[in-house]
């Protein structure tokens, strides 16, 4: 992982390569492509696993924002507020969903 934020295509993308790589490696009998495979694989999924992560929390932030947002919009008879809480807190609930961990 470099030090940009954790991507979920980067992490996949990563992942895939080093499972080639130490497959090409293993047929070959060379122990340091298979290694390095293992290695580029295992860090491919920590970095899925922490953009997953992230995306998870972002939601669950979404979920808590919108829901004050509408329940405040409710209360005060603020429909757009409402609606725009409503709008986020269902966002938020999307991105959960997405990011659920398997």
């Known amino acids: 992982m470099s030090s940009q934020e954790p ?7 990563h992942s895939v390569k080093g499972t080639a790589v130490e497959t090409i490696g293993d047929m070959t009998g060379s122990q340091s492509w298979s290694q390095a ?18 995306g998870y929390a972002e939601g669950v932030s979404d979920r808590v924002t919108g829901y004050k947002d509408s329940v405040v919009g409710a209360v005060t008879g603020d429909k757009t507020q409402q609606a725009t809480g409503n709008a986020k807190n269902e966002k938020g609930q999307t991105q959960q969903e997405i990011n659920k961990p398997a």
């Open 7 to 13: 991507s979920k295509v980067s992490g996949q993308f």
């Open 37 to 54: 495979g293992k290695e580029e694989h295992v860090r491919g999924e920590g970095e899925y696993k922490a953009a997953q992560a992230k």
